[in-house]
């Protein structure tokens, strides 16, 4: 248990279906991510949120859409995605940058989505 | 952008064997991160390092910041079956962006 969940686990849609992925955190950190995880690949950073408000968008296409509420729920909403959008969607958080680091990196047990 | 490059990709070794994985960069880093990937999990964090030249410890691992700045090593002593997974190293590209290696595979064999 690391403090930050995401639900669902596993999740299966097909191109032209609506989808969102959650996540939380209870650890009282600041920052939020979005990195995906695909197969014998680095972790590629896709967004990143200190107090709620969006500070990176690593060239993520628009067919993936984040949405931060507060510091504790991140959310990623998924529109007409591809195939190639299969991957592994780990949420972290960090109790916020310093001037040069985004700090230590909590993550979640990930997302596996599947695009038909 | 930096990138980390880690070696070896994937190791097969004996349970009781010692194991070394080393990362490297064209660039500095200010801070080198050491994360473990069990199957069907996210990354956790093994140890982190703020010192050029430090070296830490967290039970049989051990872990090196160089003295360049420009690598880091992890060593594991005595491998066990539950040392199974994927290790990362991770370094800070600014302080939006964790940078990370593409893993090194570990698989022991009881």
């Known amino acids: 248990e690391t403090g930050v969940t995401q639900t669902p686990r596993h999740l299966v849609m097909g191109m032209t279906n609506k989808k969102s992925l959650k996540c939380e955190q209870h650890?009282?950190?600041?920052?939020m991510y979005w990195y995906k995880q695909s197969a014998k690949k680095p972790l590629e950073l896709m967004f990143v949120?200190?107090?709620?408000?969006?500070?990176e968008n690593n060239s993520v296409p628009s067919r993936f859409s984040p949405e931060c509420p507060n510091s504790s729920h991140l959310f990623l909403h998924l529109h007409t995605l591809q195939p190639e959008d299969s991957a592994l969607y780990l949420c972290?958080?960090?109790?916020?940058?310093?001037?040069?680091?985004?700090?230590?990196?909590?993550f979640g047990e990930g997302s596996r989505l599947t695009v038909l | 952008g930096q990138q980390l490059n880690q070696s070896p990709q994937s190791m097969f070794i004996q349970e009781g064997e010692d194991v070394s994985m080393n990362c490297t960069s064209s660039?500095?880093?200010?801070?080198w991160l050491w994360y473990k990937q069990d199957p069907g999990e996210g990354p956790v964090l093994l140890i982190a390092?703020?010192?050029?030249?430090e070296l830490t410890s967290n039970g049989r691992l051990t872990a090196q910041f160089g003295i360049t700045r420009k690598d880091s090593f992890l060593n594991i002593s005595a491998s066990i079956p539950s040392d199974v997974g994927i290790y990362f190293c991770a370094g800070p590209y600014n302080n939006n962006d964790m940078r990370f290696g593409a893993g090194t595979r570990l698989t022991v064999k009881p």
């Open positions: 972290a958080s960090s109790q916020g940058p310093s001037a040069m680091s985004p700090g230590e990196l909590f």
């Open positions: 650890l009282g950190h600041n920052a």
């Open positions: 949120y200190n107090f709620k408000e969006q500070t």
């Open positions: 660039s500095i880093f200010n801070t």
């Open positions: 390092l703020y010192k050029a030249g």
